[in-house]
């Protein structure tokens, strides 16, 4: 293919260069589109030519389908593993014509998923499917989000420092998802090459559903996930929007949250984890 010969005007072509490039990428994009060659390419002159030209961009199209299918597979673990690959392909294809990618790292495309999965009916049996999807991509982001300087938040502050002055210094990886399905405990149990399919059916059975919430956070190269209570997890929140000690605490006094319980379980054992200092 050679592009299609047109007088440019001074200052001009590198628009008409982008506007080429943004119609190519919308025939290669447009999986259930016919085949035509994009606007500013043309082929050489005759019928080989112009058949060489159109295989040339079925080839093109057919591997932006491969890849987005494994990048959405590498995304989306857990949801890969309760539909199938074939099923992923479908997704990816479909994904790919109604949101394509807008930046070239495909590792950041597929954010859509979730919301997408919500309304597609031919899946609409298994509700579950919507929020697993959005812890998966929770996780997956997890690795991609900033680092943080090495510490740990000291427990003795807490009989030093006001509970007003002081606040915890969240990772930006930190994460807390809210479904009425136990989230957590169905990403772990779909991770195992073979899942055990009563495991999961007492985990989808309607008596499960009730509210859940999990946590993630990265530590290094690993993401933690893991479930919390519901008071666990408003407290936790309430310090990640910078609330002060005081004020977190506050917002939860009227639920079952036990302040000397999770101190141990989800701070002193994790100093350094999800939280790496004390704002004072």
Known sequence: MTPTQHPEPSGSVGVAEALSQMSFLASVMRAQAPLHLPTGLAALPGPRAQA??????????????AVAHRALVAAY??????????????????????????????????????DWLGHFEPLAEFPWLPDCARLDWVVHR???????????????????????HLGLC??????????VWPLAA????????????????????????????????????????????????????????????????????DSDFDFQSWLPRHFAARAGSWCWGWRY
């Open 170 to 179: 969240i990772v930006p990886s930190m994460q807390i998802v809210h479904s």
């Open 186 to 253: 169905l990403r772990a149990a779909h991770q195992h090459p073979e899942p055990d399919v009563d495991e999961i059916a007492q985990l989808l059975a309607p008596s499960a559903r009730s509210p859940h919430v999990t946590l993630v956070w990265r530590q290094g190269w690993l993401t933690h996930v893991s479930a919390v209570t519901v008071a666990e997890g408003q407290f936790m929140q309430r310090l990640a929007e910078a609330r002060n000690l005081a004020q977190a605490l506050a917002d939860v006094q």
């Open 142 to 164: 997890a690795a991609t989000l900033a680092d943080v300087p090495s510490g740990r938040a000291d427990l003795h502050l807490l009989a030093e420092v006001d509970p007003e």
């Open 77 to 114: 673990p857990t949801v890969a593993a309760m539909v199938g690959d074939e099923a992923m392909k479908v997704l990816a294809r479909d994904l790919w014509w109604q949101s394509p990618p807008v930046v070239g790292d495909l590792a950041l495309w597929g954010e859509a998923l979730p």
């Open 52 to 65: 060489q030209a159109l295989s040339g961009l079925r080839a093109y199209r057919a591997n932006g389908l």
